[in-house]
């Protein structure tokens, strides 16, 4: 499975862009990326994910690197509420199920 | 959409005492669901795979005699946790992928805390 890298910890100014980046230097052509995040004491939420092309919805923007190797999450303008830890992930096929490895993510925390 | 809920939030229970989680997907079907576990300071771990209809796939390390898991129906799956102990105590998230969906999003509920006394 592609395993990914994202630095321990990150801070943002409320109401500006946070930016995580994350590595993923041995995905697969067929692989997608994941993003997901984790506020305190929650279970995970789903952000995004993407293959090829940089998608946006209304949480976030993936920004993937043309040869696929690394992307970005961004959020457009980050609140308290945003801080959490986001996870990267490139999921497992195992077999017919794709399993989510959560490693141990970006805690970013937004300050006022 | 995509709403995913556990039952109960919390539990404390007596060591030796068994006690059942339901995760139920309320607006989609799901064909699968995973079993996690998050202990304090610690990423999320996967326990388990859980078919409708067939037997869980259980992760290594994970016993499958004392985590039972059942996936009766296309919106509920449950994990008994038998002759729970302290060190069982944790944070269990169940998530749930959608049937009818091509991509392999899951989507996960809130998650029970566990306590074991």
């Known amino acids: 499975d592609a395993k990914t890298t994202q630095p321990p910890s990150m801070d943002c100014a409320e109401g500006r862009a946070a930016n995580l980046p994350c590595n993923h230097s041995t995905i697969s052509g067929n692989e997608y990326v994941y993003w997901y995040r984790q506020i305190h004491s929650q279970g995970p939420q789903y952000i995004i994910h993407g293959l090829k092309n940089n998608e946006t919805n209304e949480m976030a923007s993936l920004i993937i690197t043309e040869d696929r190797k690394s992307s970005t999450l961004i959020l457009p303008h980050a609140t308290l509420r945003d801080t959490a830890v986001y996870y990267c992930i490139v999921p497992n096929s195992g077999g017919s199920n794709y399993k989510l490895t959560f490693g141990k993510g970006t805690l970013l925390t937004v300050n006022p | 959409g995509a709403v995913v809920s556990q039952h109960p939030s919390w539990v404390i229970c007596k060591s030796g005492t068994s006690v059942k989680i339901e995760c139920r997907s309320l607006d989609f079907q799901a064909t699968t669901m995973f079993w996690y576990r998050q202990f304090p300071k610690q990423s999320l771990m996967l326990m388990a795979t859980s078919n409708e209809g067939s037997k869980a796939t259980y992760e290594q390390g994970v016993e499958k005699d004392k985590f039972l898991i059942n996936h009766a129906s296309l919106t509920l799956s449950t994990l008994t946790v038998t002759s729970a102990h302290p060190e069982d105590s944790s944070f269990y998230i169940c998530?749930?992928?959608?049937?009818?969906?091509?991509?392999?999003?899951?989507?996960f509920g809130p998650g029970t805390r566990l306590l074991v006394l």
């Open positions: 998530s749930a992928r959608d049937a009818r969906a091509l991509k392999e999003t899951q989507y």
